[in-house]
Antibody, heavy 122, light 109 residues
Framework: QVQLVESGGGVVQPGRSLRLSCAAS????????MHWVRQAPGKGLEWVAV????????FYADSVKGRFTISRDNSKNTLSLQMNSLRTEDTAVYYC???????????????WGQGTLVTVSS | EFVLTQSPATLSLSPGDRATLSCRPS??????LAWYQQRPGQAPRLLIY???NRATGIPARFSGSDSGTDFTLTISSLEPEDFAVYYC???????????FGQGTKLEIK
């Protein structure tokens, strides 16, 4: 059974940094693309970033490009999101998600963690 | 900018009713669409992938289709647990960037 458990959320001041982690289990981690998706309070879903199987390919939403870095450690089955220069508009629940299908450029997300809340506030 | 427009924003129906939710892309991209359900306080869960395939464990009352210009999620007979927010989602071809619709709230009438 696929399990994705996020950690690292909290309250941080604007301009500061935070690192999120996602512990994955129940599947062959290095065989799937992995993503971060976020949801601001009371709002809809926004895709943040994707990383390929080995981590060589990464793509980001325009809203976070240049500030956030997605990475993975396949030896530890862990996905990470380094968030720098945080803004108040980055306040959201951040979900770790597993890509479905046979390619890392999957069309959909077939498993989701429960999310971790990041609050950017002075 | 690629946009997915969902309609209606809110749908008020009763248990046993048929629900039809729509999702219209601003341009043609990968062609495949996914649908997710999000209940209050919970993470989203995948309902439909590749436009019309039900995800594992999803009841047969959920179905997805493509009319050529719009994508549709149909719930044939609403159960109490189906009242939630539904999102559609697509990927651009290259680079692989992902977009969600703004959501349709399905509420009890």
């Amino acid at each position: 059974q696929v399990q994705l458990v996020e950690s690292g959320g909290g309250v941080v001041q604007p301009g500061r940094s935070l690192r999120l982690s996602c512990a994955a289990s129940g599947f062959t981690f290095n065989s799937y693309g992995m993503h971060w998706v976020r949801q601001a309070p009371g709002k809809g879903l926004e895709w943040v970033a994707v990383i390929s199987y080995g981590g060589s390919d990464k793509f980001y939403a325009d809203s976070v490009k240049g500030r956030f870095t997605i990475s993975r450690d396949n030896s530890k089955n862990t996905l990470s999101l380094q968030m720098n220069s945080l803004r108040t508009e980055d306040t959201a629940v951040y979900y770790c998600t597993k890509g479905g299908g046979s390619s890392w450029t999957t069309d959909y997300f077939d498993s989701w963690g429960q999310g971790t809340l990041v609050t950017v506030s002075s | 900018e690629f946009v997915l427009t969902q309609s209606p924003a809110t749908l008020s129906l009763s248990p046993g009713d048929r629900a039809t939710l729509s999702c219209r892309p601003s341009q043609s991209v990968s062609g495949y669409l996914a649908w997710y359900q999000q209940r209050p306080g919970q993470a989203p869960r995948l309902l439909i992938y590749d436009t019309s395939n039900r995800a594992t464990g999803i009841p047969a009352r959920f179905s997805g289709s493509d009319s050529g210009t719009d994508f549709t999620l149909t719930i044939s007979s609403l159960e109490p647990e189906d009242f939630a927010v539904y999102y559609c989602q697509q990927r651009t071809n290259w680079p692989p960037l992902y977009t969600f619709g703004q959501g349709t709230k399905l509420e009890i009438k």
